[in-house]
């Protein structure tokens, strides 16, 4: 069994033998969802099954406390045939099951990137293993234990906390001025992650609508009312955008400014509101500390919702 990325693909590949076609039984989450036949190319079929599986990925924020997090059961069961069409006789059969995260690898990484317990720490901080805080604020980490992703909580006091084989240096930032913004996202190992904007944070509304132009003569009269609206307006609606500006950051968070950026499932918590926001900042330039000196970002996000309810 394995913990493969749903964001990446992941190849299932049967060469048993001298099969000239195979078929595969796609269970997720319990349900088959998928029966696939394919011929093989030189006695090789080759299956990519996490696509598939993503679809059925139903994003958790994780609470309050970042305490929970989804993933996709899988259950892959592959046949084997000496003819084309999955016709002729069965060959061999075997069952493989997966666990997906909703995590992606990058393109020097190769094909078939899996999490494993070489991947401790599943809190993306740059590979420094610091993690920003509020003061007297508490907050939590991911790490692989014994195979296992798990939480680890973070006291309000904490300087420090030990994770698996992973300890977590807590920076706690005092920020008299603004009131820290936090932000979660669903980082580069399908982990929930909390990031704070330290510095000044500004909200906009932008609207869009459409108008046509109604008759507003009236024959009875042969006249019109001077208040009524020739352009009638309709299907107004809007979007509220907030710009966040980052405290001042190591040169290691490049990384993870670039994992809040590529993240498919991002919040914003105020309190007890969540608020989905969609990451519309599409490039920022890296800095580093020989050529910026200091680092600091300012992103942009929009909630991920009309402001007029139009559920239906």
Known sequence: MANILLRSPFFLTITTGSHLSAKLELTIDGTLRYTIIKNATSNRTVFEIATLAKDYYIPSYGGSTGATFDTVAISATWYAYNAVDAGGSQLATATVTHTGFYAYSEFREGVNQEIDSDDAELTNTGNTSKVYLPDNTAGFVYAMDSGTATRYAVSTTA?????????????????????????RFINKFGMPQDFYFFLKSAESISTKSETFKKNIFNYSTSNYDVKSHQTQTFNKNGKKRLTLNTDYLIEGYNLVI???????????????????????TSSLTKKTSLNDKLIQYTLEVEEANDIINNIV
Do not use: F
Request: proline residues 4%.
């Open 159 to 183: 300087t420090s906390v030990n994770a698996s084989t992973i300890t977590y240096a807590i920076e706690r930032v005092c920020s008299a001025k603004y009131t820290p913004i936090k932000m």
């Open 258 to 280: 670039e994992d809040i950026m590529l993240s498919e499932y991002v919040w914003i918590i105020s309190g007890n509101i969540v608020r989905p926001v969609t990451v519309v």
